[in-house]
Nanobody, 119 residues
Framework: QVQLVESGGGLVQAGGSLRLSCAAS????????MGWFRQAPGKEREYVAG????????YYADSVKGRFTISRDNAKNTVYLQMNSLKPEDTAVYYC????????????WGQGTQVTVSS
């Protein structure tokens, strides 16, 4: 049974930072690409960042480039999203995802963690 468990969300002021973590179990983690999505109320889910199995290929949405950093630790079966210079428009539920391709990224999902950025 595959489980993706996010943590690290919370309330932060604009300009602040948060680090999200996603711990994976039940899958060969080092064989999977991992990603972060977000969904704000009334908006479509947005693919924020993705990282391939080795960390050698990384994707960022234009909206977060230069502010967010995705990384992974295959020894700990964990993927991270470091979020700096947060803006109120970053407020959303953030979801961790796993797939065997950076492009598809929809095979497995976590339950989500709320990030709220106050102005």
């Amino acid at each position: 049974q595959v489980q993706l468990v996010e943590s690290g969300g919370g309330l932060v002021q604009a300009g602040g930072s948060l680090r999200l973590s996603c711990a994976a179990s039940g899958l060969p983690f080092s064989n999977y690409a991992m990603g972060w999505f977000r969904q704000a109320p009334g908006k479509e889910r947005e693919y924020v960042a993705g990282i391939n199995w080795s960390g050698g290929r990384i994707y960022y949405a234009d909206s977060v480039k230069g502010r967010f950093t995705i990384s992974r630790d295959n020894a700990k079966n964990t993927v991270y999203l470091q979020m700096n210079s947060l803006k109120p428009e970053d407020t959303a539920v953030y979801y961790c995802a796993a797939d065997q391709s950076l492009a598809t990224m929809n095979k497995y999902w976590g339950q989500g963690t709320q990030v709220t950025v106050s102005s």
